[in-house]
């Protein structure tokens, strides 16, 4: 065994850490170990095993942890790459990789000491605690402290209990610590690596006597046959009989009986303990017509071909799937997979959340039963780690999840397919801040795969590259059936302001057209991109807008739950009745929001049903579900709601979109405020006509000229695509450059300028060729939970060239002692504010 092993640890620092390995010990490459780091114990992914001994003395590793590697050769590979890609530390990266963080448990408990015991005693004699300087108040806690755990006969109690039954601090604690008249240990350990939980059995049915018929739970059968069981005994068999002769033990303990008589039971020979897997629920789904009972289209079947022609090469391939809405890609991507499964491979499909498209769990479970693994945001640690492991040990070979179900560790790999691809939920917005949609395409690199993306409205960078032939470009241009796509009317605003003098939330020729849907009982939806009732709070007499504490940012206000929110942050106020600025007591309400909109709707419609779908009204996929059924069985007239509304689901009876203020990105200073704008209106106008009648879309914009608004009433995506990338070539954005944007952050305002102003002038003193550095200049969000951000970025046509100056960068920063924290690098940033 070799002497030494590297670690990789989930600290924000850009290195591996050596430790010694004891003698017997036997750590495998890509299995995690237990080290001491600091004053702490972690749990590391190794990366290397050695005999190089380093300059300075080394610890030792606590414990080997996994007998083979929990992240296989192409994964720490992967994870390698994403650490040079993203610029992120690369125990971070495995963090993100492994959902096995709640085996993992820390624990601290403390002992009483000999010192203590015998201060404990000293105070007995003495009837009072030995002076010191304490104060009464502490020296009273510290006795409570020792006196707890001598009562336990030195026995290692677990820190929280301590507190929890002598309320103290945990400074209190350290202080006691230090004096030795406690001990501390750090226990973490690790939990058993399978979730499984412990079902008590009861033995065969001629054995069990609280099964014979016609008897009440009384008991009275029971002591004739097992004349030693007492009533606890009995009233025990009787409760797991009851249910059916399995009950998991946690719940046995509800039952009014002493612990040791399940013990006793079980020796006895009438009750078994077996381990289960934990169970694993999905919600229940109504059964769906199969998705492969439609015929296929010349373009799917020509689609579905290509890609398998691509897995049986076992070459990497690239595909672009572009397909309009409704053109039938979910029933290409379950062919493949299922095609995929039946030669005993893997596949993986990545979709943008799955907790928000119920359909799409109810046509996997249909197609692949047991053999599918679905992970979603809705699980808990525990459930995560479940699907892990049946993964791993390949009872699943079909995985559906959102982002980080791109490093499932399936085993032989043979296609990746990543759904609506252009979605900005597939980047991750904190350490280590990758895009799943380009990890997967690196993946399939590495495991010789199929990478499918798929997306009505592609991404630029991805539809650039199928130009280039970098990916195969399968196109599906119809929708199934024939259905035609939906006329889009664009409204003007700002005429509508004009001629009615007022500024409308619903123009009269939406209200027109709804009242007209509604006479005809068909089934409207509204899409307002904002949530809350109103966005802004303004004083009348001094200007002021009501802002966030902690975020340059103003509060909204939602009427229903009577609070202002930050939707940054989080942070909630009361609803002021007073200007803070300067008292005045004539504070408005300005703008609208989704709540807003129902209300406004309400009093237009009074006869409507109207549900409505955004954050605040949906808390998890089951409100989701519901407002989507009511809506499907015809118990709503109207849905409105943010962009959530918008994405990918069949409903059949609507027949008119209306589209208020999707608009308001194009005023952003965001380089992708055209392309989300066009996304998100080609989406949601996909919305209308799905079933048997043709859909029409209104759509009311302040900017009926721009291109995106343009292109998207005419469903042109080539069209789009070709005005917005002479745009990005102009003005050097992304696929013609790489993009960087360097945050400086900092709590104290000093600080986040002082440090962005060093760096500033590093940038310009460096000067490298071919790299363009703008800044530093304060960010769009100038001040975003609590922290002051000044921000660079870099755009070069080389990769490169831009990640080496990142990592000088860095290198600069850490020798001027700027913490790392406080410098937030994000590669393809796809949010610049
Ligand atoms: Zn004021
Ligand atoms: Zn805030």
Known sequence: MPLFCDVALAVPLDMAFTYAIPPGMEPVVGGRVLVPFRQQRMSGIVVELHDREPKVKTKKVIEALDLSPVLDDQLLKLGQWIA??????????????????????????????????????????????PRSQRTPDQQLLEFRVLDYLAEREGVAVNEASLRGATRVS????????????????????????????????????????????????????????????????????????????????????????????????????????????????????????SPFEFEFSAAQKEGLTKILEGVGSRKFTG?????????????????????????????????????????????????????VAILHSGLSNDERAEQWHR?????????????????????????????????????????????ARDVAVMRAKMAGAVAVLGSATPSLESYYNAKKHRYALLELPDRVEQRPLPEVEILDMRQEFQETGKEQVISRKLAEEIRE??????????????????????????????QCRNCAVSMTHHKREHKMECHYCGFVAQVPKKCAECGSEYVYFVGTGSEKLEELLHGMFPQARIG?????????????ERALNALNEGELDMLVGTQMIAKGHDVHGVTLVGVVGADTALGLPDFRAAERTFQLLTQVAGRAGRGNSPGKVVLQTYFPDHYAVQFAARHDFAGFYDKELQFRSWMHYPPYSAIANVIVRSEK????????????????????????????????????????????ILKSPSREKMNALLRSMLAEAAARKIPRTQIIVDVDAVWLM
Request: proline share 5%; charged share 25%.
């Open 170 to 289: 945990k400074a209190l604690l350290s202080g006691m610590t230090r004096k030795k008249w406690i001990v501390r240990e750090d226990v973490s350990a690790v939990r058993d690596a399978a979730r499984t939980v412990k079902v008590a059995v009861l033995r065969a049915a001629e054995e069990n006597p609280a099964t014979d018929e016609g008897e009440t739970p009384s008991g009275q059968a029971v002591r004739p046959r097992h004349a030693k069981l007492n009533e606890n005994q009995a009233n025990l068999i009787e409760a797991l009989a009851a249910a059916g002769g399995r009950v998991q033990v946690e719940a046995l303990r509800g039952l009014e009986v002493p612990r040791t008589t399940l013990g006793t039971l079980v020796r006895r020979g009438l009750i078994e303990i077996v381990e289960e897997p934990q169970g694993f629920t999905v919600s229940k789904f109504k059964p769906r017509p």
């Open 612 to 624: 409505r779908l955004d954050r605040d009204t949906v808390r998890g996929r089951e409100d989701f």
């Open 319 to 371: 595909m672009l799937l572009h397909g309009v809405t409704g053109s039938g890609k979910t029933a290409v991507y379950l062919a493949a997979m299922r095609e995929v499964l039946e030669q005993g491979r893997s596949s993986i499909l990545l979709v943008p959340e799955i907790g928000l498209t119920p359909a799409m769990a109810a046509d996997l479970i249909q197609v692949f039963g047991d053999e």
């Open 749 to 792: 305002l000093e600080e986040a300028l002082a440090w962005s102003g060093e760096l500033g002038l590093w940038f310009e003193k460096t000067r490298h060729e071919g790299i363009r550095v703008l800044g530093p200049a304060a960010a769009p969000i100038t001040r975003l939970k609590r922290d002051y951000r000044y921000h660079f």
């Open 391 to 435: 993964i791993k040990r390949g009872e699943a070979r079909v995985v559906v999840g959102t982002r980080s179900a791109v490093f499932a560790p399936v085993s032989d790999l043979a296609l990746l397919i990543v759904d609506e691809e252009q979605d900005s939920s597939y980047k991750q917005e904190e350490t280590p801040r990758y895009h």
């Open 84 to 129: 040079d890609y993203y610029l992120a530390p690369v125990g971070e990266v495995f963090r993100t990789m492994l959902p096995l963080s709640a085996e993992f448990k820390r624990a601290i408990t403390y002992r009483i000491t000999e010192q203590g015991q015998m201060a404990l005693h000293l105070a007995g004699v003495s009837g009072s605690p």
């Open 517 to 546: 849907r509604l006479e005809k009982k068909e089934q409207v939806m509204v899409l307002l991109n904002r949530r809350g009732y109103s966005p802004v709070a303004l004083c009348r007499a001094c200007g002021q807008a009501l």
